[in-house]
Nanobody, 123 residues
Framework: QVQLVESGGGLVQAGGSLRLSCAAS????????MGWFRQAPGKEREFVAA????????YYADSVKGRFTISRDNAKNTVYLQMNSLKPEDTAVYYC????????????????WGQGTQVTVSS
């Protein structure tokens, strides 16, 4: 069992930065591929970024590539999402997800989800 708790969301102006954190419980955190997803009002949840067990491999949605960076600290059971050059269209609730094994998390193929943290980017 893994519990995920996101933090770090807030209100920021366009062009600004935020760093989201996702703290995981459980002793097998390093066995999970971790991901970030987001859901804007009236839209479906979408993939943002993912990171492998060791952090050696990462994967990004085209819409955030070059602006967002995912990282993890297995000693702290935490995954991060550094978001730079934020745009109003990045406004959404951001969710952390965990998938056991080696495959990237997907909206319908993740084992655990956090409760989400709101990110609002003003123009």
């Amino acid at each position: 069992q893994v519990q995920l708790v996101e933090s770090g969301g807030g209100l920021v102006q366009a062009g600004g930065s935020l760093r989201l954190s996702c703290a995981a419980s459980g002793r097998t955190f390093s066995s999970y591929v971790m991901g970030w997803f987001r859901q804007a009002p009236g839209k479906e949840r979408e993939f943002v970024a993912a990171i492998s067990w060791t952090g050696s491999s990462t994967y990004y949605a085209d819409s955030v590539k070059g602006r967002f960076t995912i990282s993890r600290d297995n000693a702290k059971n935490t995954v991060y999402l550094q978001m730079n050059s934020l745009k109003p269209e990045d406004t959404a609730v951001y969710y952390c997800a965990a998938r056991y094994g080696s495959r990237w998390p997907e909206v319908h193929e993740s084992d655990y989800w956090g409760q989400g943290t709101q990110v609002t980017v003003s123009s």
